[in-house]
């Protein structure tokens, strides 16, 4: 079965420029994460999707950075007049809806490296 | 907030057993779960821990302490493959379906 797929997978752009990151989640997944992952850091919470409800977005770091969800598929992630410290492998994630149990792990795509000259 | 830590790196020899540490400060705690992430890699699923215990799955068992903020994973008869980072990630009621992340514990595994 198809997994998490994102779109780039490789992005050089010039500093200033918008970029557009795009995440496939699992089929039948209500739940959708961005994560941002520095070299050789930890995962770092940008957004988080769940069904219609309204999004998670206590992570974003600038108002550079949204993201939207069509229904319960496509994600995409948009960073606008990039600079050079966004540079990082940006990680969609997806889940099933597991009404509170909290016991749905995470399925990730393989990211979007994203370098900002 | 909540803070997560693991220590940075650790250093095995093949065939050996080696024990992953995390500690974590939540107020609501909902699951804690570990991640096996290769380099250049997305991370992977390992296991899951809600109620304190041992959990075990073949080479790799997690343990989770609930009271005392403590998980840790174990993983028996090394392997050269297993050298990755493992990331403990904590779900918490005060922050909806959110998984926050440690920073990770990256394992070498030497021959």
């Known amino acids: 079965g198809a997994g998490v797929s994102q779109s780039p997978s490789n992005k050089v752009t010039e500093k200033g420029k918008d970029v557009e990151l795009r995440c496939d989640p699992i089929?039948?997944?209500?739940?959708l994460y961005w994560y941002r992952q520095r070299l050789g850091q930890g995962l770092e919470f940008l957004i988080y999707?769940?069904?219609?409800?309204?999004?998670?977005k206590s992570g974003l770091p600038s108002d550079r950075f949204s993201a939207e969800r069509t229904g319960e598929s496509v994600s995409t992630l948009t960073i606008q007049r990039t600079q050079q410290e966004d540079s990082a492998v940006y990680l969609c994630?997806?889940?099933?809806?597991?009404?509170?149990?909290?016991?749905?792990?995470?399925?990730f795509g393989n990211g979007t490296r994203l370098t900002v000259t | 907030g909540q803070n997560i830590d693991q220590p940075t790196e650790m250093t095995a020899t093949e065939g050996a057993i080696v024990q992953i540490n995390c500690t974590y400060q939540?107020?609501?705690?909902?699951?804690l779960f570990w991640y096996q992430q290769h380099a250049g890699e997305a991370p992977t699923f390992l296991s899951y821990?809600?109620?304190?215990g041992l959990e075990e799955k073949g080479r790799f068992s997690s343990f989770l302490s609930r009271s005392k903020g403590y998980s840790y994973l174990l993983l028996k008869e090394l392997q050269m493959k297993d050298s990755a980072s493992y990331l403990c990630a904590v779900r918490d009621w005060n922050y909806g379906q959110n998984f926050v992340f440690g920073p990770g514990t990256r394992l070498s595994v030497l021959p």
């Open positions: 821990n809600v109620l304190d």
């Open positions: 999707f769940q069904g219609n409800s309204a999004p998670d």
């Open positions: 939540t107020s609501g705690f909902n699951g």
């Open positions: 994630a997806s889940s099933l809806t597991d009404r509170g149990r909290g016991s749905s792990p995470l399925h």
């Open positions: 089929s039948g997944h209500t739940a």
